[in-house]
């Protein structure tokens, strides 16, 4: 059964790169949509994009300009750069697996790491 | 960007009684060409990330149990608990996997009364 664990800082200082990785383990990292979505605290969830495993992405045009979703198949990790942070970044960053269309909800979900954006 | 609209915000439902949620969505998201609605409806208990309930509008996920259900087709849908139990008490999302972006509604949180 998949599993997916987040991991990097809990802080990061306004203007500076948010690095989070996410590894999975369980099943291979072939045929899939590999995702960041984040949730504010105390509020919804925003899609932030994805790496297919072939390596190609697709971002969320409110942050496009900003983020780098990559993907080390060697170790079956993927990582999310975000650039420029500032307070509006703080959030839960969870890492999420979509399958392929027509499979292409989010399932399973990372535990989610807490991103403090703050000097 | 299709926008996802859930109602209402919240509600308290008495244990063993019916609790309904609602979403809307600005597109429809019926692909013609299988006739599926790329619609899921997620849980989230506080402290934990979301859990799959429902994906095709209608199809639950192995292991959700079957008072969860949910209906509705192109824009209009809905996600019902048919028999509220304490364990049920949580936010509860809509999204749509049809396009992208992909977006979610923006929650429903359900208590109990």
């Known amino acids: 059964q998949v599993q997916l664990q987040e991991s990097g800082p809990g802080l990061v200082k306004p203007s500076e790169t948010l690095s989070l990785t996410c590894n999975v383990s369980?099943?291979?990292?072939?045929?899939?949509?590999w995702t960041w979505i984040r949730q504010p605290p105390g509020r919804g969830l925003e899609w932030i994009g994805y790496?297919?495993?072939?390596?190609?992405?697709n971002y969320n045009p409110s942050l496009k300009n900003r983020v780098t979703i990559s993907l080390d198949t060697s170790k079956t990790q993927f990582s999310l750069k975000l650039t420029s942070v500032t307070a509006a970044d703080t959030a839960v960053y969870y890492c999420?697996?979509?399958?392929?269309?027509?499979?292409?909800?989010?399932?399973?979900w990372g535990q989610g790491i807490l991103v403090t954006v703050s000097s | 960007d299709i926008a996802m609209t859930q109602s209402p915000d919240s509600l308290a439902v008495s244990l063993g009684e019916r609790a309904t949620i609602n979403c809307k969505s600005s597109?429809?998201?019926?692909?013609?060409?299988?006739?599926?609605?790329?619609l899921a409806w997620y849980q989230q208990k506080p402290g934990q990330p979301p859990k799959l309930l429902i994906y095709?509008?209608?199809t639950r996920q192995s292991g959700v149990p079957d008072r969860f259900s949910g209906s509705g087709s192109g824009t209009d849908f809905t996600l019902t608990i048919s028999s509220l139990r304490a364990e049920d008490v949580a936010v509860y999302y809509c999204?749509?996997?049809?396009?992208?972006?992909?977006?979610f509604g923006q929650g429903t949180k359900v208590e109990i009364k």
């Open positions: 999420v697996r979509e399958g392929l269309r027509p499979y292409n909800w989010f399932d399973p």
């Open positions: 095709w509008a209608s």
């Open positions: 597109q429809s998201v019926l692909f013609s060409s299988n006739n599926k609605n790329y």
């Open positions: 369980g099943d291979s990292i072939s045929n899939y949509y």
């Open positions: 999204q749509q996997h049809y396009s992208i972006p992909r977006t």
């Open positions: 790496v297919h495993s072939i390596g190609s992405t």
